[in-house]
């Protein structure tokens, strides 16, 4: 029996050695295909250019929607189709405004944009003091000081946090909760200090918390230089400021997710999704937030199909609605699966940026993940590193949660991203062409091998 | 004996991991201190906006000169100074120009920029045809045709590598070595295709071959647009140029390497060393190169003398003169430390640009790389996940040679370095604080931890 298993064992392990050789070369055919013909950079530039901003409900939404369903069929997809949803609409309306009233500074301007979903004061503004808020805790304190007042949460992107969607995870809960909780001692409008290590005065927009039950006050983001000085001034005295903001809510609208898909020729019922969301904020063009992932999604299609790669199982390529502020096209893309009773196996997603990958985050099981992670190697030469333990993104959440599925997303470095993220900044011009490319064939890669071994 | 053993074997593990936490907090001190700290990105801006372009020979390389050694004494050197070396003073004169005289684009200029160290046609200029070179092979093939033309080396930059400094030594030969092989064959000039993925037009400059037995004729770089559009050109027939470059040499001057020191206080004879470059090229701010360099060997200092770490060995921040068309100053360092009978124990660089880090490439024996290879734990959450086999950078190369000694050079992400490597776009904006920062710390560590446990 020894010598029985010996030799079995080194039959075994030639067999891997040889797929995993037949995998370097398919991994390194699908990379050649998007390095060297990739449209990922060119789809980005249309993306953004010529269509811009495509917020829930906006004209550039349906734009995005028509644009979207043509290059699927342009990247080869078997079958395309839009998914209905009903989506928020909620709109920025005129010019925000943020204007000192008091003191040596007397009418200078701040930099302010209204929060995501946030209500507005309407054309006449509000005049009041400013008050400065550290942390909930702070809040807490100062309470009894807070009624009539504007709430200026100025907690700071943490620095020392290497990986920038720490920072962001432990600063964005005064931009989703902050407004509430200032509104319940009587607050009459927010500032939140922009999320984000960037430079420049650009304020960051995002969704703020809302809904039938949540106590509603006009809220903005303040530029990280305003917010530094508002907080010096406030260290001299009372500060007053001219507050205003049009934003409002129209009635919800329909909006629609793209879907191409590519049909499995063994499993054609066990369905692998990837995608990315199709809406953006509407300050900026949304190329890294999160054009990239569309044209990465568009990508992944592109290459299989270039390449001649016949999968296994149905590869379903998803440009999903109303990310930003209301997550109702993933929730639709989960609800309608369950619906007609498909089988999912896999969800992947990118929406962290399009920059140079370093890993992707994985849900799964303990022996899932173990599985995913047997696979750097093939991956490490294209910039791959690591596959930790964590989950896929927002739009797929949904879905991997009502099958019981792993999800992945995509980790890109993480350094630049909250410089742009919902802000002006966040323009093609701030994506690189290799990085981008980079991204989408390490994911096309990481599809290629869960169609080939399962997870 | 065998429990003895274990004992021992338990005993060195906890010592070990001992040692490891203590490495962990002293490095993630280092790393707040630069995070939150960090001077390493305004000291940039400094030089880059108020200096600006410091080719050898310069006025900047002076201002530059000075400039460094006021911060190595404000970052709190113990001691530093200047060492004098002779430089090249290369220097492109008036404004080069390549301009279609035939067909029906005549008149059109295309982006053109001398390459460092060539030699210039004079305000005469040359009228010639052009004729297209894809490799040496190729030369050698069409060697009949090439006398009284304009050799054009369009050998593009290979997309499929991923690291895109494979790239940049597989293209490079045809900037350095290809004019003086189209000399051979009697052509009066040369056009270098552009060695960059970048998507913009700028041309990127850098040395050509120059010596006495070298010969000597005309040189620029073209711009990527303008390289597809000639060539596109030149297959439907004859294209006709004036080329005209102002380039020359003037005598070679006095340059400037800047030291700063920090005095060991167990072994100050046993010197480390870490360095960048000084100068640029003269078509930008130098920023990635290799202000970022510069910069970090500062901030490297500052954050060590600012959490008052006192190193056991002697360390030597060195701004080196004339990296870029000459190595003057990095020849220099090795003569001088060799006739002083100075002993060196590491040298370590940073010169691939200040994007986000990845590794570091390390020269020295299998049981050295080995040793470096172990602390990859300690740096791993800074993002430093790779040391593999390598060696220094160019500035550090003699001082190795000359001592015998182990060298490293910082591996950052390589995607975007060659978008603007020696072109127009080298600039400040396309700098990341914070990626420019975790390069800084991640050296420091490195410092730090051959410093503590040597190599």
């Known amino acids: 029996m020894r010598r029985l298993s010996l030799f079995l064992l080194s039959f075994l392990s030639f067999s891997i050695l040889y797929a995993q050789s037949d995998d370097s070369l398919m991994i390194r055919k699908i990379a050649d295909e998007v390095l060297v013909n990739g449209k990922a950079y060119d789809n980005l530039r249309q993306l953004t250019k010529q269509i811009g901003q495509r917020l829930s409900g906006s004209q550039g939404m349906v734009k995005a929607e028509k644009w979207g369903i043509e290059k699927m069929k342009e990247a080869g997809a078997d079958k395309s189709w839009l998914q209905q949803c009903m989506v928020p609409h909620w709109v920025r309306g005129a010019a925000e405004e943020l204007k000192i009233t008091s003191g040596a ?22 005049n009041a003091p400013v008050i400065e808020i550290k942390s909930f805790a702070d809040l807490e304190t100062k309470k009894d000081d807070v009624k009539g007042k504007i709430v200026f949460y100025n907690y700071k992107f943490n620095s020392k946090l290497i990986r920038t969607f720490e920072s962001y995870g432990d600063a964005v809960m005064y931009r989703f909760m902050g407004p509430p909780a200032a509104a319940k001692y009587g607050a009459v409008a927010v500032l939140v200090r922009s999320m984000s290590h960037s430079t420049d005065n650009y304020p960051h927009t995002g969704s703020t918390a809302s809904g039938d039950t949540i106590p509603k006050i006009p809220s903005m983001a303040l530029g990280l230089k305003d917010a530094d000085w508002l907080d010096q001034q406030l260290q001299k005295g009372t500060v007053n400021v001219f507050y205003k903001s049009n934003a409002h809510f129209l009635p919800d609208t329909i909006g629609h997710s793209v879907i191409g898909e590519l049909i499995g020729t063994e499993s054609p019922n066990e369905i692998i999704t990837v995608g990315g969301h199709l809406d953006s904020w509407d300050l900026a063009e949304g190329a890294h937030d999160d054009g990239a992932g569309v044209v990465q999604t568009i990508e992944i299609l592109r290459a299989l199909k270039a390449i001649g790669y016949k999968p296994k199982h149905t590869i379903r390529f998803v440009l999903f609605a109303n990310e930003e502020n209301g997550l109702r096209g993933g929730t639709k893309y989960a609800e309608e699966a369950k619906a007609k009773n498909e089988k999912h196996i896999f969800a992947l997603e990118s929406d962290a940026g399009g920059f140079t990958p370093r890993g992707f985050s994985f849900g799964g099981s ?75 064939l390490n994911m096309a890669a990481f599809i290629y091998l869960v169609d080939k071994y399962g997870l």
């Open 105 to 126: 500074d007397k009418n200078k301007k701040l930099a302010v944009a209204a929060l995501g979903n946030s209500t507005g004061t309407g054309p006449k503004g509000i």
């Open 366 to 440: 303990p022996e899932q993940l173990k599985k995913a992670q047997g696979w750097i190697p093939l991956l490490q030469p294209y910039g791959v590193y690591e596959i930790e333990k964590g989950g896929g993104g927002a739009d797929v959440g949904p879905i991997a949660e009502t099958m019981g599925i792993p999800a992945a997303e995509l980790i890109p470095d993480s350094q630049r991203y909250f410089d742009y993220h919902h802000a002006k900044s966040d323009v093609f011009e701030n994506v690189n062409k290799r990085e981008l490319e980079l991204g989408a």
